[in-house]
């Protein structure tokens, strides 16, 4: 991954001057770097999808490389995961367990920043005992653009590196396993569900009003997606995660 951030960290600003389209540099991030990442993944994330993204139609503002698992969201644009964001001015690249910017500003309009740092301080909260390994400080992707800001709300806990002194492999890959439990946790905790409205399909009747019943479906079909399960047991498997309870094997 050293190799892949490095390169990225180099060559982004001079490529950005230049076609998207069939740059060498886009395809580097969209197959290379993200073949890096997925190689340093421990085994039991091999199933999880790993995008790299130079950006869709025009250049990014800055570039990435996501994890997702495909129970909780498939897309950059929805859900929570882990991702490499590089800051625009390519000083810095974080690993950081984030969320999709796109679907909730369309929900919540101007008021989509507040939203991610309320959801991010919730899955901060989730995750406490973890701060001692992770820091929860902001990070600064330096653009004012909506993606960047977004990201910055967004961002729940990682780590921060310096592109001119970037750690081992063996250093980014630890750091990226324990992120990935981190993943995991979050999603056995509830997500950035509100515990009450995880479990409780008729929360919609006690909202009070007709812009918050809208936001309240919306949220609904993103986060408790009706073919999470289906994706879920592909990935993990038929082993219950809470008791060991095989259920292939039983049934």
Same mark, same amino acid.
């Given at each position: ?5 490095q390169?990225?960290a180099?060559?982004f ?10 740059h ?5 991030i ?5 073949t890096q990442?997925r ?8 199933p999880f999808l790993?995008h790299?993204?130079?950006?869709v139609?025009?250049w990014?503002?800055?570039p990435?490389?996501?994890v997702f698992?495909p129970a ?11 991702v490499y964001l590089f800051?625009?001015?390519l000083h810095?690249?974080?690993?950081s367990l984030?969320?999709?910017?796109t679907i909730?500003?369309?929900?919540f309009g101007a008021?989509?920043?507040d939203?991610l ?7 901060r909260g989730r ?10 400080a902001?990070?600064d992707l330096a653009?004012?653009?909506?993606l960047?800001?977004?990201?910055e709300?967004?961002h ?8 001119s ?8 890959a ?6 990935m439990?981190?993943?995991l946790?979050l /999603?056995?905790?509830?997500? @950035?569900?509100?515990?009450?409205? *995880? %479990?409780d399909e008729a929360?919609?009747? &006690?909202?009070e009003t ?5 936001r309240? /479906?919306?949220?609904?079909? @993103?986060e408790?997606d009706?073919s *999470? %399960? ?5 990935? &993990? ?9 095989n259920?292939e094997?039983?049934?």
């Amino acid at each position: 991954m050293r190799e892949a951030f490095q390169r990225i960290a180099t060559e982004f600003g001079t490529a950005k001057e230049e076609p998207l389209s069939g740059h060498p540099l886009a395809r580097y991030i969209r197959e290379d770097a993200a073949t890096q990442v997925r190689d340093a993944l421990p085994a039991r994330y091999q199933p999880f999808l790993v995008h790299g993204s130079p950006g869709v139609g025009n250049w990014a503002e800055i570039p990435w490389i996501a994890v997702f698992d495909p129970a909780i969201t498939e897309s950059a644009t929805r859900g929570y995961y882990v991702v490499y964001l590089f800051s625009a001015d390519l000083h810095r690249v974080y690993l950081s367990l984030n969320q999709g910017t796109t679907i909730v500003r369309q929900e919540f309009g101007a008021g989509y920043v507040d939203e991610l740092r309320r959801r991010a301080a919730l899955m901060r909260g989730r995750l406490s005992e973890h701060r001692d390994r992770f820091s929860d400080a902001a990070i600064d992707l330096a653009s004012d653009a909506y993606l960047p800001r977004g990201y910055e709300a967004g961002h729940a806990l990682g780590q921060a590196y310096d592109t001119s002194s970037l750690p081992s492999d063996d250093e980014l890959a630890a750091d990226l396993a324990s992120t990935m439990s981190l993943y995991l946790f979050l /999603r056995s905790r509830g997500g @950035v569900l509100p515990l009450e409205d *995880a %479990g409780d399909e008729a929360a919609e009747e &006690h909202t009070e009003t007709i812009i918050e019943r809208r936001r309240y /479906r919306l949220h609904r079909s @993103v986060e408790r997606d009706s073919s *999470a %399960g289906r994706k879920a047991k592909k990935v &993990h498997g038929y082993v219950c995660q809470g008791c060991g309870f095989n259920f292939e094997a039983v049934y």
